[in-house]
């Protein structure tokens, strides 16, 4: 009670993060139907005991088909930010901690990247590579580093400064030793906000591309696909497109109210925010 | 650099100094945009690298006659080092030499160039909405803090930023266009620009016809922004509103919204204009969803055609075209920061 006075955001968002996440993980054994068994008796059903979303242009339970998607996109969403997050804090504590060429140098690479619009970077790297999952988190991350690689070294230059850093130079530790032992905890609280709210728009960009066809290829039901798929019945059965979107909103505002409630917690001068760029 | 020192009672020193850092800072800034172009260039030219396996081949597919191949080869150049073949694609681009769409024939160039006026139409006006909408809101926030309108802006801000594009768009277009009946759902009119300029000769028509159609599309991908930019908006002004010079703007016995409009806003306008550039990259993101959506006929839907027929030097085209318009808004932002702000930062 006193977490939701002091904090709504972070008690409403984790409270949605974990519905969602309960929703995709416990559904194969809580829901009587199989995700692609088709009934063509019983097309576009409301919402009812049986079906608790309803069914879709095959008959299949459309709540089913909404928990596989869920787990999808929150997959590929944290593989993707996991990768950009590793990624991103090596590269930012080297440039950050031994500054000089390799600085100078990997930062204009970061601008390189920066300098394309996040979804049309993304896009590109699709094209080269193909459509599929393991390529979507490929290109995903690709845009995301960036993010991680400039918040991380923004602090440990600050950090590189530090007494206590100093005091641990004076008396012999390693690099190694320094980077980890000293500057990465002053690091987590930031990239964790950052990562939290970059999963809101990971999720976003992958249902996105999704959307377009270029994400995880069907019969997978992702959000993004179903959406799209759901507009060719929009004149008569606006409620597959309607639902699909439903989740995806639901399950990103869960993500963005509950970084704005840890950012409070973890990051209070804001490091994270300043950095932070939206994707869609 | 420390900042420059003014002798004292120098009045008329101060201004010409300005102005000189200000044309120091701008031809910086000129300086910075080659390379970081170049390395653009370098990026886009890269796509063609990450293809896996025989180019020829990936390109064209599997049962393509060994006629083609070759022919492909030779017109891209994939018999030529990647190093030979990136130094072409510069002195290519300096030419306005984009290389050939494969599926469409005829000259990259030629194919962008006749579809980048619908996307910038589009893109533009989401912006212009995005910065109305949101500094508004912001503003009517960070007035009335704590009452009714702020709870109400920020719920809409919050859903904003949660709301993928995509959604919003086909939900508009069930409301509008299938529901009401009030707009088209998809198309687009005559170039707004056009339209404006037979609107001035006392033809009506176009005017409303470009603006019937552009409606749905850029408020699509303009509420968005506009709901990023209403958050920052309303906690940069309720920062200056608590500083000092406000406090004493409020003492001079200044009107209320005078201070707030005139002596807040404009000095939260700063980081306003920087994320306004930021989120133009996320607009060019947005449009290409947008434009698939209400089949607006730009840059985007050009774009999935060619990424779904792996069209690469039609893709390349129309990554550099989208990650120049990027580049070019940002530097306008950029330099437009050197008007807005007193104090300019030279690092």
Known sequence: MRLMRENPSLLIGGSIIATVVAFAVFSPWLSPYDVETMNMTNRFAWPSAAHWLGTDNFGRDLWTRMAEGARVSV???????????????????????????????????????????????????????????????????????????????????AQREVDYVAAARAIGSSHARILIVEILPNVIGPVIVLATLGLGTAIIAESGLSFLGFGVEPPTPTWGWTLSFGTRYLRTEPWLSIVAGLAIMITVLGFNLFGDGLRDYLDPRGVARKVKRDVS | MSPPVYPAGSLVAKPRLRSNTMLAYTARRLALFVPMIAGIVIVTFGI???????????????????????????????????????????????????????FQNQPVADAIGARVGATLELALLALAIAIVLGITLGVAAALWRGTLVDTAAMLFAQLGVSMPVFWLGILMMLLFAVKLGWLPSIGRGEPLVEALGAAATGRFGPLLGAISHLAMPALTLGLNSAAVISRLVRS????????????????????????????????????????????????????????????????????????????????????????????????????????????????
Request: a neutral charge; zero cysteines; hydrophobic letters at 60%.
């Open chain 2, 236 to 347: 940069t002004m309720l920062e200056t509103l608590s500083q000092d010079f406000i406090r004493t703007a409020h003492a001079k016995g200044l009107q209320v919204t005078r201070v707030i409009l005139v002596h807040g806003l404009r000095n939260a306008l700063l980081p306003i204009v920087s994320v306004i550039g930021l989120r133009f990259g996320a607009l060019l993101g947005g449009a290409v969803l947008t434009e698939n959506i209400f089949g607006w006929p730009g840059l985007g839907q050009l774009a999935v055609a060619a990424i779904s027929q792996r069209d690469i030097p039609l893709v390349q085209g129309i990554v550099l075209s989208f990650a120049l318009m990027f580049a070019t808004v940002n530097l306008i932002v950029d330099l437009l920061y050197t008007v807005i702000d007193p104090r300019i930062r030279l690092e």
């Open chain 2, 48 to 102: 063609m690298l990450l293809l896996p396996g025989d180019p020829a081949i990936v390109l064209l597919g599997e049962d393509a006659s060994p006629e083609a191949l070759v022919e492909i080869r030779t017109a891209l150049g994939l018999d030529r080092p990647w190093y030979v073949r990136l130094a072409a694609y510069f002195a290519g681009l300096i030419q306005g030499d984009m290389g050939r769409s494969i």
């Open chain 1, 75 to 157: 997959l590929i969403a944290v593989s993707s930010v996991a990768i950009a997050v590793f990624v991103g804090t090596i590269v930012g504590l080297v440039t950050g901690y031994f500054g000089g060429w390799i600085d100078l140098l990997v930062m204009r690479v970061v601008d390189v990247f920066l300098g394309f619009p996040p979804i049309i970077l993304a896009l590109a790297i699709i094209a080269a590579l193909g459509p599929g999952a393991q390529n979507l988190v490929l290109s995903l991350a690709a845009v995301f580093w960036t993010e991680y690689a400039r918040v991380v070294r923004a602090v440990t230059l």
